[in-house]
C-alpha cells in the first residue's frame, strides 16, 4: 500500500514545518530538549497526521511525549499559521515516539 504523491508532499511539508517548530518552541515549551521530526504518515483523506519524533538532550522520553501531546492544539495552531496557504485543512496530529 503506497501513499499518492499528494500524500508524499503533504507529509513532507508537514515534517519541514514540524521541524522548524519544534526548533523554536523546544526552549519554551519543552526545556530545551532536542526534538526530531523523523516521519510524517498521512491519511489518505489528509485530515489525519502520525508524527514520529526521535528525542535527545532529555531523561525522560515518555514524559516529554505526553508534554509534547498536551501543547498538540497550540503546535497545530503555529503549523496551522505556517501552512495555511498551502493546505485547506490542517491535519490532526498524533505523535508517537520513534
Do not use: C, W
Not at 514545518?17 to 530538549?33: D, H, M, P, T
Amino acid at each position: 500500500m503506497s501513499d499518492s504523491i499528494r500524500q508524499q508532499k503533504v507529509a513532507s511539508l508537514l515534517q519541514k514545518e514540524l521541524a522548524v517548530i519544534f526548533q523554536q518552541e523546544s526552549r519554551n515549551l519543552f526545556k530545551g530538549a532536542l526534538i526530531t521530526v523523523t516521519v510524517v504518515r498521512m491519511a489518505p483523506d489528509l485530515g489525519f497526521a502520525k508524527v514520529y519524533l526521535s528525542f535527545f538532550m532529555t531523561e525522560d522520553k515518555d514524559a516529554l511525549l505526553k508534554e509534547i501531546r498536551a501543547h498538540k492544539s497550540q503546535i497545530r495552531f503555529i503549523l496551522g499559521k505556517a501552512v495555511g496557504k498551502q493546505l485547506r485543512i490542517v491535519p490532526e496530529l498524533q505523535f508517537y515516539r520513534d
